[in-house]
């Protein structure tokens, strides 16, 4: 019953968000994923972390996926970065390297950050 709730909750969240909002959840989940695989990497969980990293790379692909490209050279910089980390995030399976993780949450709290505060404007 409490599972259901909550997961109606988060379901409702995400309906009701606007797109903006929504980019942000999304940019939350990625770094909450690679954080878990960070946490199954080192734990030696290779299963675990491969599927995170996964889940991390959907997301990316998701955004990629959403650019408005009329918007101008934005989209075409944020898609060259979204491929980037992508790559990194493969790397970073293949390798099993945590240091290449930390690299990939580092620019995406950038890219959330920024889209925050872009976001704010937009809503004001």
Known sequence: MVKEQITSYAQNKVTTAPPEKLVLMLYEEALNFIAQAKQALEAGNLAKTNYFLGCSQKILNELR????????????????????????????????????????????????????????????
């Open 65 to 124: 996926a959403s650019l408005n490209f009329e918007a101008g050279e934005i989209a075409f910089n944020l898609e060259r970065i979204y491929e980037y980390l992508n790559f990194r995030l493969m790397q970073a399976n293949v390798k099993k390297d945590a240091k290449v993780l930390t690299e990939v949450v580092e620019l995406l709290t950038e890219i959330k950050g920024a889209w925050a505060k872009s976001a704010c404007k937009l809503s004001s």
